[in-house]
């Protein structure tokens, strides 16, 4: 018998039970970004290896040892399947020239490709929903970006799962001066360092901070704080964006220790974390990266963004138990007795011409029956049409998840309370 075949470790199937909360998510994320003027770029999942090696530094865990590199038989190219969205983000904005004329704010998404050890939120192929704008030099824009993904939470409802950890990694001139001191302190506590450690000391101390091994949390914290080297463009903008989150009404803590996995970031960063999902609490990171257009062949622009985990994001969802609404039809027709049914079809079609998506009940059945079916669908609504309201030439409308009264309208209202009720929820 030959042996099974089965998808690769760390790689998953998404499937059909599973696929409604994806593409709800999507949708709403879509929506979200649509509403702050973002659009998307779609790039090739596979890049000329050269391009991450110089985005993401050599001297990073994704370089060093996550990457899935191969050489192209055909002409000898070492192509990588990409780990992250950046990078191949600013390579098309550089050719295709897209920041001659002004700013650009850009989103992305798809799966990321890293060659880690599976556990739960942890996989070899994972998604990501990016976001990036480019040529801003901020603080408004980091502002921005920091706004919209506490948006988004409320959308998802999961405001009160998360937190904002921000910190600044100020310019070129501080990281150097802090990379000093930083190898200084390790060099004096070498007995204290892991083998990770140990290799990073001279060739990119500062993610020494990044460690996720416990034994080192006590040194790591000890460690003199790029925050003390700062200059003033570096304060001053770290202010402001300290300001816009206070003006805004967001909650978040400065963590000095806050760096990122991957070198091309300066000034802001931060992450949005949950203790919800174990070990792999970030659901959402990002920053600045203002030299990064610059130093993959670009005129300088400032630019900054986030990406986000999309398996972690939903497996919060799933933690929390908030509904994925938007996850079935807007929705169900119910039509019980003859002169009801013999409408329903044309009703149904009139309610979709009206925008409204909905499932018609076909089968028969009691009104109970029918309404048991409405309920598992998933529906927002059920719109009822029994002979009274088919003799009336009207409906009844009943919101099945936010509570609120059965109405009697005609099918016009209908088709506005519908949409305005799945509006509302959406939002
Ligand atoms: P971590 O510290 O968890 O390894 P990272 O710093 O490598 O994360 P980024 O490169 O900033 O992560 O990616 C942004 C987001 O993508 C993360 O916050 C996380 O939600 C998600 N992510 C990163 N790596 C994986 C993975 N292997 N599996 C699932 N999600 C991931
Ligand atoms: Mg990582």
């Known amino acids: 018998m030959s042996e099974t075949l089965r998808a690769v470790r760390g790689m998953n199937d998404i499937l059909p039970t599973e696929v409604g909360a994806w593409q709800a998510f999507e949708r709403r994320v879509r929506d979200w970004l649509a509403s702050y003027g973002y659009r998307e770029l779609r790039t ?7 391009l991450f090696k110089r985005a993401i530094g050599e001297v ?8 899935y590199t191969f050489v192209d038989a055909l002409n000898g190219e070492s192509l990588t399947l990409r780990p992250e969205g950046t990078a191949a983000c600013v390579r098309a904005v550089i050719e295709h ?21 599976p556990q739960k939120g942890r996989y070899r192929q994972f998604h990501q929903i990016g976001v990036e704008a480019m040529g801003f030099a901020g603080p408004d824009v980091d502002i921005e970006h920091l706004l919209m993904t506490a948006r988004l939470w409320r959308v998802l409802g999961l ?17 150097a001066t802090h990379r000093a001191k930083l190898i200084a302190y390790f060099e004096a506590h070498q007995d204290q360092l892991d083998d990770d450690a140990r290799r990073r000391l001279q060739s990119n101390p500062l993610r020494i901070l990044d460690t996720k091994n416990p ?13 003390d080297d700062l200059d003033d463009a570096a304060r001053a903008h770290f202010a402001a964006v300290c300001a816009g989150l206070d003006a805004a009404g967001i909650a978040y803590r400065i963590n000095p220790r806050l760096v990122r996995g991957l070198d091309y970031y300066n000034y802001t960063v931060f992450e949005w974390v949950t203790d919800r ?3 792999q609490g970030t659901v959402c990171a990002g920053g600045r990266f203002d030299g990064l257009v610059e130093q993959l062949g670009g005129k300088p622009a400032p630019a900054c963004g986030f990406a986000m985990g999309i398996e972690r994001l939903l497996a ?3 933690e929390v138990g908030v509904a994925a609404p938007g996850d079935g039809p807007d929705a169900y027709l119910v039509h019980v007795g003859e002169a009801a049914s013999a409408l329903a079809q044309t009703l149904a079609e009139g309610l979709r011409d009206g925008g409204v998506a909905v499932v018609l009940h076909v089968g028969g059945g009691s009104f109970k029956t029918q309404m048991k079916k409405a309920d598992a669908s998933g529906a927002r609504f059920a719109v009822i049409l029994g002979d009274d309201e088919a003799a009336a030439g009207e409906v009844s409308v009943k919101p099945l998840r936010d509570g609120g009264e059965q109405q009697r309208v005609t099918q016009q209202q209908a088709v506005n309370l519908i949409k305005q009720g799945v509006h509302n929820g959406n939002l």
């Open 316 to 318: 919060l969802i799933a």
């Open 60 to 67: 990073t865990d994704i370089v060093e040892k996550e990457m």
């Open 215 to 227: 034994a080192m949390r006590a040194l790591v914290e000890a460690a003199p704080q790029l925050m």
């Open 97 to 117: 020239n897209l920041l001659y004329g002004g700013g650009q704010r850009l989103w992305y998404q798809g799966p990321m490709f890293r060659h880690e050890r």
């Open 277 to 279: 999902l174990g070990a």
């Open 44 to 50: 090739p999942i596979v890049e000329p290896t050269a």
């Open 159 to 175: 405001a009160e799962e998360v937190a904002l950890e921000i910190n600044s990694l100020g310019g070129a001139e501080a990281r």
